[in-house]
C-alpha cells in the first residue's frame, strides 16, 4: 500500500466519524463574539494629512466546539488507519528522526487537523 490510499483510507473514516457524532451531538457548533475595529471615515490629502475614524463592533460568528473536536481527534488516532499510516510514514519518511514514531505521529496529526478544519469550514458554509 502507498501513502495515498493509507491517507485517503483515513479521510474517508474521519469524514464518517465527523457525520455520525454531528447527527449524535457530540459535535456541537457555538456563536463566538469578536470586535473588529471598522473604518467609517478615511480622509487623506496631498499635503499629508489624514484623518481615520471608527468604531468597534461587535460581531458574531458560528465556530465548531474546540474541546469536541479534540475528542474527535483523540479519538481517530485510536483507529487501525491511523496507526497504518503512523507505521507508514515512521517507516518511509521520519528514518532520519531520534524517534519516527513521535514524528510520524505529529505529521500524521496535522494532516488530521487541516482535513477536518477544512471539512467543517465547508458544513459551515454549505
Not at 18 to 33: M, S, V, Y
Not at 54 to 73: A, H, T, V
Not at 107 to 123: A, D, H
Request: glycine share 2%.
Amino acid at each position: 500500500m502507498n501513502i495515498s490510499t493509507l491517507l485517503q483510507e483515513l479521510v474517508k473514516e474521519t469524514i464518517k466519524l465527523c457525520d455520525e457524532w454531528i447527527k449524535e451531538g457530540k459535535l456541537r457548533r457555538e456563536t463566538r463574539f469578536y470586535q473588529k475595529f471598522k473604518v467609517e471615515r478615511f480622509e487623506y490629502r496631498e499635503d499629508g494629512a489624514r484623518q481615520v475614524s471608527g468604531s468597534f463592533p461587535i460581531i458574531s460568528k458560528e465556530e465548531w466546539n474546540i474541546s469536541d473536536i479534540f475528542e474527535l481527534i483523540e479519538h481517530i488516532k485510536t483507529l487501525p488507519s491511523f496507526e497504518d499510516c503512523i507505521a507508514y510514514v515512521a517507516e518511509e519518511y521520519t528514518s532520519h528522526s531520534s524517534n519516527p514514531k513521535a514524528q510520524a505521529e505529529f505529521l500524521v496529526s496535522r494532516f488530521l487537523q487541516k482535513t477536518i478544519s477544512e471539512l467543517f469550514c465547508r458544513i459551515i458554509l454549505y
